[in-house]
């Protein structure tokens, strides 16, 4: 909270951003709570695709709208649904489920707790003194298209391979000849 | 002449002008459509009573729905059963964000304009699939299950359908695909411009295929099919919910039938040998009236194509409709893409 109202006073043209950052942060993190606590597998679904959409609201503030679109293309419109689609298939009862708890959820909250230390240091440490210039413009497609086929052509064209193989993969695996 | 308005007036400008593009062109279409012209089809008359020639019937309907008793199935998860169908209306109002409907009547420009309609229509499927399983009944768990599966298999083609638009206007941004095409000419002949569903119809044909599978209507109502499943998905919706999803679903039709009008008729721009007899250009400003009425006409002609098709078709088998999707239209619309980035290369 006192770093927003800090933040507020350095770019006071940014308050509205910072207050949207605020409220769409507290969804992110609440919804993210109740999707390891809740007791039903399509509540937690629900609550994942919460996550998402907020994080693509994320985006949007920072004046990122192609990388928002494919986030809610791809991480809610097929990813989800398709997690939602699994779910409804094989165990979808409405109520509480037994045995979603076991007793390693200590370990795997301290290992949250600790991927989320290495991660806010490592941002803070990198990133730290960067601001967020003046005059903010949404950012223009074909700018980031240039970049990915120019500055970031070999992870891309790595990633394209990966995904071929993964999907060969999946063929494979569903085929039973 | 030019008014300056602060934000919060211009933003309630555009909602209330947003629910006026969403409310009156589907009460207008199903009426037209779904009540007159599909009576006549069969050879009856259709509503007659309610106004002259049935045109209230809507508002008695409306007003029917709103009457009646709110029911929640007694094992429902109440609150995903209560917040379906706003999932699927919000995807409707996302999705008419991105239309344009005049050179400055438009209500957000966006750069990934095709690109951001085609992610926010993809939001409705989680309310169908939250339908169907909050009601915790099997006919509507499997409907919610079909409509999944139909909208994924369906959305790729119309997906990549809109490639091929893109590709040729060089653009992802409505009012700029627009423009291409009322400044483009067919082989030095700028008279019609370049309505994209002349090089286009291909792309134009799948989009629309797609479109009927996305809007569940007849030949794709698989997953509402009544013989098989009641109705599927909204089984257990009654009253108010019900309403709100038979708004989203003919709403939605209207505004797929404005994105056709948009990528492959020209969009809110008439052809230059119209503009030219008046001596103005393509963009004057008398389009931001007269832009809004081309818009309604060219989306008239648009559903009145869905609406012939839903009447005249018998549904498709679930395996013939999955195959049709995977086998058929997206390999096409994939040597669709490659043609086209050939050609725009070439010339």
Request: no cysteine; glycine share 8%.
């Amino acid at each position: 909270m006192s770093l927003l109202l800090t933040l507020a006073v350095d770019t006071p043209q940014f308050l509205p951003q910072q207050i949207a950052f605020g409220i769409i942060a507290t969804i992110s993190v609440l919804s993210a709570l109740k999707l390891v606590t809740t007791s039903n597998v399509v509540h937690a679904a629900l609550y994942l695709v919460l996550v998402l959409a907020s994080v693509a609201a994320l985006y949007v503030l920072l004046a990122a709208e192609f990388v928002a679109a494919t986030q809610v293309l791809v991480y809610i419109g097929a990813v989800m649904v398709l997690m939602l689609f699994g779910v409804m298939l094989t165990r979808a009862q409405i109520g509480a489920e037994e045995g979603l708890d076991h007793e390693q959820r200590w370990i795997g909250a301290l290992v949250a707790l600790f991927l989320l230390g290495i991660m806010s240091f490592a941002l803070v440490d990198h990133f730290g003194d960067e601001r967020l210039p003046e005059n903010i413009v949404p950012q223009q497609t074909a700018e980031v298209s240039d970049e990915i086929f120019s500055t970031y052509i070999v992870p891309f064209e790595a990633i394209s391979v990966l995904l071929l193989a993964a999907l060969i993969g999946a063929i494979v695996v569903a085929r039973r000849d | 002449m030019s008014v300056e308005l602060a934000y919060w007036q211009s933003t309630s400008i555009r909602l209330v002008f947003a629910l006026v593009a969403v409310l009156i062109p589907a009460g207008g279409a199903v009426y037209l459509y779904l009540f007159k012209m599909m009576s006549f089809m069969q050879s009856r008359l259709g509503p007659m009573e309610a106004g002259p020639y049935g045109s209230m019937q809507l508002l008695a309907e409306v007003g029917k729905w709103l009457q009646k008793e709110d029911i929640f199935p007694r094992k429902a998860d109440k609150l995903v059963f209560a917040l379906a169908p706003y999932v699927v209306l919000l995807s409707t109002f996302l999705l008419v964000l991105v239309v344009p409907f005049g050179p400055d009547a438009y209500f957000v420009d966006l750069d990934v304009g095709v690109f951001f309609a085609l992610a926010v229509s993809s939001v409705s499927v989680l309310g169908i699939l939250m339908a169907g399983w909050g009601s915790a009944n099997k006919y509507s768990l499997l409907g919610g299950l079909r409509a999944a599966g139909q909208l994924i298999a369906y959305e790729l083609p119309m997906v990549l359908a809109v490639v091929g638009v893109v590709i040729q206007a060089g653009t992802l941004s409505m009012q700029g695909i627009v423009s291409a095409q009322a400044e483009g000419e067919i082989f030095g002949f700028g008279g019609l411009g370049n309505p994209f569903i002349i090089t286009q119809f291909v792309g134009f044909a799948i989009f629309m295929i797609a479109v009927q599978a996305e809007l569940s209507m007849t030949p794709f109502d698989m997953p509402i099919a009544e013989s098989e499943l009641v109705t599927g998905y909204l089984t257990e919706y009654s009253g108010m919910r019900f309403l709100l999803f038979f708004i989203g679903e003919f709403a939605t039709a209207n505004i797929f039938a404005f994105f056709a009008s948009v990528l492959f008729l020209g969009g809110w721009t008439v052809p230059p040998f119209i503009t030219d007899i008046f001596g103005i250009e393509y963009d004057d400003a008398i389009f931001n009236v007269l832009g809004p009425i081309v818009m309604l006409t060219k989306m008239l002609l648009v559903t009145f194509l869905v609406y012939w098709a839903r009447f005249s078709y018998p549904r498709f088998r679930e395996d013939q409709l999955q195959r049709f999707a995977w086998k058929i239209l997206i390999p096409i619309s994939l040597v669709n893409i490659f043609v086209t980035g050939v050609l725009k290369v070439v010339f």
